[in-house]
């Protein structure tokens, strides 16, 4: 049983370490400074997965999850929160049936990108005060019920949301002044989605 599950571990790995390798390289990266960059991130994401104790969850987790919300009553109250933020049941398998390494490794793309994003305003002059304000106001995943930090439209979205998120995204890659006319027009990402899909206009959970 170890022995598979040392061999699973080692294929995630490297799948996602090869695959990040090449979209760093495709960026314009050096191969040797792609590689150490994947090498590194991905090193990051087994560490947090064994600290939360879910590297060896199910690859079937999000099947168990949404079995168990027809008996189980924390986790019907659990699903409860997410499915009132849009939340549907191919949601929760996209991102339970995942690897909880590749997850891991999701979250971490999204703390390189925000901290990219402090660093490229603070060489553009701004405060770190102010550089984090503009990071702040990119997607925030999270409890949709804390908002200790966030508030109101702005609060966190179910992570479960997440690949839903980057497909809305993507359709505004090939008109970036649009997007950012009509992002500038609400107070974060978080507040522009909720409008998208009150607005109807919120990719369908594939």
């Given at each position: ?50 600290a939360n ?27 409860a929160?997410k ?44 405060s770190m ?35 839903r ?11 970036p ?24 206009r919120?990719?369908s959970?594939?």
């Open positions: 049983m170890f022995g598979a599950k040392r061999r699973a571990l080692r294929e995630v790995t490297g799948r996602l370490t090869r695959e990040l390798m090449e979209t760093y390289a495709s960026m314009g990266l050096p191969l040797g400074q792609a590689m150490e960059m994947a090498k590194g991130q991905v090193r990051e994401a087994v560490r947090r997965s064994k104790g879910t590297l060896d969850s199910p690859p079937d987790m999000g099947d168990l999850i949404l079995q168990a919300e027809a008996t189980d009553e924390a986790t019907r109250k659990r699903l929160v499915r009132a933020e849009g939340v549907r049941d191919a949601d929760v398998r996209w991102w339970l049936n995942m690897h909880d390494v590749e997850r891991h490794l999701l979250l971490i793309q999204d703390e390189t990108s925000k901290l990219g994003v402090v660093s490229y305003w603070q060489d553009q002059g701004l005060e102010e550089a984090v304000r503009r990071a702040e106001r990119m997607v925030q995943y999270g409890d949709p019920t804390d908002t200790s930090h966030f508030s109101g439209e702005d609060r966190p979205l179910p992570v479960e949301l997440k690949d998120v980057n497909r809305l995204m993507a359709g505004f890659e090939s008109d002044e649009e997007a950012k006319r009509r992002m500038d027009a609400f107070s974060s990402a978080n507040a522009f989605i909720r409008a998208e899909m009150r607005a109807d919120f990719p959970s594939a």
